[in-house]
């Protein structure tokens, strides 16, 4: 089946810090989604890109889909305390009529105050 | 809006036990639902997808007899976990779609299951 490769698996920043992470297919997608999973918590979705070169902000958090639509990523601006949790990005796949969305296997972010 | 129940919460049984997981929407209709594992600091895993009024549609390697899927309804999906055993432990979580391609999945809050 189709995967979305998500990088890093862990990142460790210091409160402030910057912290990105990267999603890559090796198709192309019909659109990607982001969602956050706090401690203990369920995922959340945060945001939907659907344009080729899409750029879309949430306060500190940047979201970008590439020209191919093969890749995504999300930038977190001066880290806090509450951005700690597991972000994950799901691509959409289309193909015979049929729809897929695929999650990566997360980022696991911590912030250290 | 967009509000997923997940019931119950959590389940602690003896190995053997069925147990029946229930997904509802509250404030909206849910044409999909999604069932997912998901393991300790793992990502999820997809294990099945229900439409309403329709058989599931399982993913290579679940097994369609042990874990059975009913979407009778807009707002309500069941997982029966069936005979279950120590290996079935695990965090399952359910997610539903509205209308429309391509929609985002709103999540339930998860069923921690634990067999003794």
């Known amino acids: 089946g189709q995967q979305v490769m998500q990088i890093p698996q862990y990142q460790h920043v210091q409160e402030g810090e910057d912290f990105t992470t990267y999603c890559n297919s090796s198709?192309?997608?019909?659109?990607i989604q982001w969602y956050k999973q706090r401690p203990g918590g369920h995922p959340v979705f945060l945001i939907q890109?659907?344009?080729?070169?899409e750029v879309k902000k949430q306060k500190r958090l940047t979201f970008q889909f590439g020209e191919a639509k093969k890749n995504s990523s999300l930038h977190i601006t001066a880290t806090q305390t509450t951005d700690v949790g597991t972000y994950f990005c799901?691509?959409?796949?289309?193909?015979?009529?049929?729809?897929?969305?695929?999650f990566g296997k997360g980022t696991k972010l911590s912030v250290i105050p | 809006g967009a509000v997923v129940s997940q019931h119950p919460s959590r389940v602690i049984c003896k190995s053997g036990t069925s147990v029946k997981i229930e997904c509802r929407s509250l404030?909206?209709?849910?044409?999909?639902m999604f069932w997912y594992r998901q393991f300790p600091k793992k990502s999820l895993m997809l294990m099945a997808t229900?439409?309403?009024?329709?058989?599931?549609?399982?993913e290579q390697g679940v097994e369609k007899d042990k874990f059975l899927i009913n979407h009778a309804s807009l707002t309500l999906s069941t997982l029966t976990v069936t005979s279950a055993h120590p290996e079935d432990s695990s965090f399952y979580i359910c997610?539903?779609?509205?209308?429309?391609?391509?929609?985002?999945?709103?999540f339930g809050d998860g069923t921690r299951l634990s067999i003794l």
């Open positions: 997610s539903a779609t509205g209308t429309g391609i391509g929609q985002p999945q709103h």
């Open positions: 229900s439409n309403e009024g329709s058989k599931a549609t399982y």
């Open positions: 890109l659907v344009k080729s070169g």
């Open positions: 404030d909206f209709q849910a044409t999909t």
């Open positions: 198709t192309t997608l019909s659109n």
């Open positions: 799901a691509g959409l796949y289309s193909g015979a009529g049929s729809y897929q969305l695929t």
